[in-house]
């Protein structure tokens, strides 16, 4: 379900390094992934999609890894950089069905 | 390209005085439409879904209401507005199954 009253868990890291954003889901019937990046005040901006037939997919500095065995989905970003900075959601659509379900999301701090 | 669209941008409304905020869509037809709320520092929360004219779906029993008077509009509404109402709220647009949604810039309500 959705956890829109937790607080968002935070990930600091250090501009120039790797970040690894997991995201866990519930639904084995869930057959596509999204990837959003929000900042402060904006709406939700696409980043990167995944469907439930491939189990890696890369973009520009970003790598999507999909684990359907674990229903584990992460975003990997290389070279982090202060523009990085945001809150992260993932999202799956599931089966037959045109809603998307986000997750918690994740704040993502990037220092110098 | 599609383009969505979101206004106002802020809005300051006393307890007790009515709401609209509307939404609009170009360069797509028939589009799914989606409201979502968004408590600060929280995930989101999907308030009312349309997949037509007139046809509106609510996920959460609430002081809010949505109508779909044009394929490309969806407007959200209250009566009369609390408190609880104060949020940053989300339009969204995809077009069926399989497909992300695109954000809206948001519209930051803060209810006194």
């Known amino acids: 379900g959705e956890s829109v009253g937790l607080h968002l868990p935070t990930l600091s890291v250090q501009e120039g390094d790797n970040s690894i954003i997991n995201c866990a889901y519930s639904n084995s019937a869930s057959d596509y992934f999204i990837w959003y990046k929000q900042e402060s005040g904006k709406g939700p901006q696409f980043i990167i999609d995944i469907r439930s037939n491939m189990d890696k997919r890369q973009g520009q500095r970003v790598t999507v890894l999909l684990n359907k065995t674990v229903k584990h989905l992460s975003l990997q970003i290389a070279a982090t950089q202060p523009g990085d900075s945001a809150v992260y959601f993932c999202a799956e659509s599931r089966h037959n069905t045109d809603k998307l379900i986000f997750g918690t999301g994740t704040r993502l701090q990037v220092f110098p | 390209s599609q383009t969505i669209h979101q206004w106002p941008a802020t809005l300051v409304q006393p307890v007790g005085s009515p709401l609209s905020l509307e939404c609009t869509v170009e360069g797509t037809s028939n589009p799914n439409l989606y409201w979502y709320r968004q408590a600060a520092g929280r995930g989101l929360q999907l308030l009312f879904y349309?997949?037509?004219?007139?046809?509106i779906s609510s996920e959460v029993p609430q002081n809010l209401s949505a109508s779909r008077p044009q394929d490309r509009q969806f407007i959200l509404s209250s009566k009369k507005l609390l408190l609880s109402d104060s949020g940053f709220y989300l339009c969204?647009?995809?077009?069926?199954?399989?497909?992300?949604?695109?954000f809206g810039s948001g519209t930051r309500l803060t209810v006194v």
């Open positions: 349309s997949v037509g004219i007139g046809q």
């Open positions: 969204a647009w995809n077009g069926g199954l399989g497909y992300g949604y695109t």
